[in-house]
Every structure is written in structure tokens, then in C-alpha cells.
């Protein structure tokens, strides 16, 4: 009744993700990488905004994840920023010396209880590109999550589901790093 008279209840998860990342960033160990970066999310996947609606927990309720907020959250978590050497924010999509990390969303999408996300991740070294590539990762399932939490269990899955999706996308790009 609520899709049909045009109200529904907005949920930006977002908000409640550095609360999220606490309480659930020791669920991964990342590789070890001694690389010193500066590091920069492009315009579009910084103000990325994907809302979707589940059956699940009924059409009324409208899911708002604004992606580069959570992965700028995340490359700032400890458990991050103790995989890098260091690993620092520029807002410019340069860096005066040393490296560069650029991450760009292709896609972002929730659906059949998981996360997928397609992000390009551009490592350069002043002018020089020494990695460029475009990972594609599914995050965990969180069905049961959605099914028995109703709209309480579908925010956790969803910002779940996106951390995992991250955090696979990180540890692929460490392990792709060129040795130095």
C-alpha cells in the first residue's frame, strides 16, 4: 500500500556504517603490503547513489547505499590502513611523488541477497601506470540475514555483503601489486 500511494521508508545505510565497520573489522585479515600511497575515489563513485527495494522485507522500505562513502570508511579502517605502508587520502587525482591508488565503481548492485561490485583500481607511480585492472567480486549471501531480521537485518546485510565485497576486491589488488 505504501509503493501504491508513493510513500515509502528511506534507509541510507551508510550512516550507520562506521558503526558497522567497528564492530566487524576484525572479520578479515588482509594481505601485507610495505607500499606508500596516497590514494583518490573519483568523482562518480564518490557520490555513487544505488537504491533498490526487496521483497523480503516488504516494497515499502527504499535501501540507499552511497557506495564511495562506505569505501572511503573502509581505506581509513585500521585493519586497512595496517595492510598498506601507508595509505593516505588526496582529493586531487594526482600526487606530487611516490604512488597514486585511483578507484573507480563500474558497478555496484544488491540483489539475489548479495553485493556485486565491479571496481577499476589504477595503481600509477608519478606518470607511470604499473597496475590498471577491474575486479569483479559477489559478496557473502546474507538471505536468512534478510529473511528472519526483517528491516533491521536487511540494513546489516547489506552494508555486510558491501564490506565483504571490499574487502575481497582489497586483498586481490595487494596480492596484484608488482613486487618492488
Known amino acids: 500500500m505504501a509503493v501504491m500511494s508513493g510513500c515509502s ?4 545505510v551508510a550512516k550507520d556504517y562506521p558503526q558497522f565497520l567497528e564492530k566487524h573489522a576484525n572479520s578479515v585479515e588482509l594481505p ?15 557520490n555513487n547513489r544505488y537504491e533498490f527495494r526487496a521483497a523480503t522485507v516488504g516494497y515499502a522500505h527504499l535501501w540507499i547505499v552511497e557506495f564511495g562513502t562506505i569505501l572511503d570508511e573502509s581505506l ?5 590502513q595496517n595492510a598498506f605502508g601507508r595509505l593516505t587520502k588526496t ?10 591508488i585511483e ?5 555496484y548492485e544488491f540483489k539475489n541477497y548479495h553485493a556485486y561490485v565491479s571496481m577499476r583500481i589504477k595503481l600509477m607511480d608519478g606518470n607511470n601506470v604499473t597496475l590498471d ?3 569483479s567480486v559477489e559478496g557473502a549471501s546474507k538471505g536468512s540475514q534478510m529473511f528472519w531480521g526483517g528491516p533491521f537485518g536487511m540494513k546489516n546485510a547489506t552494508l555486510d555483503s558491501t564490506k565483504t565485497a571490499i574487502d575481497k576486491i582489497l586483498a586481490d589488488f595487494i596480492n596484484d601489486i608488482p613486487s618492488t
Open 133 to 135: 585492472k577491474v575486479y
Open 91 to 100: 582529493d586531487e587525482g594526482h600526487t606530487q611523488d611516490g604512488n597514486l
Open 32 to 46: 601485507k603490503t610495505n607500499i606508500q600511497s596516497d590514494y583518490f575515489i573519483d568523482g562518480e563513485t564518490q
Open 9 to 12: 521508508i528511506n534507509h541510507p
Open 103 to 107: 578507484f573507480s565503481l563500474e558497478n
Open 76 to 80: 581509513n579502517a585500521p585493519y586497512v
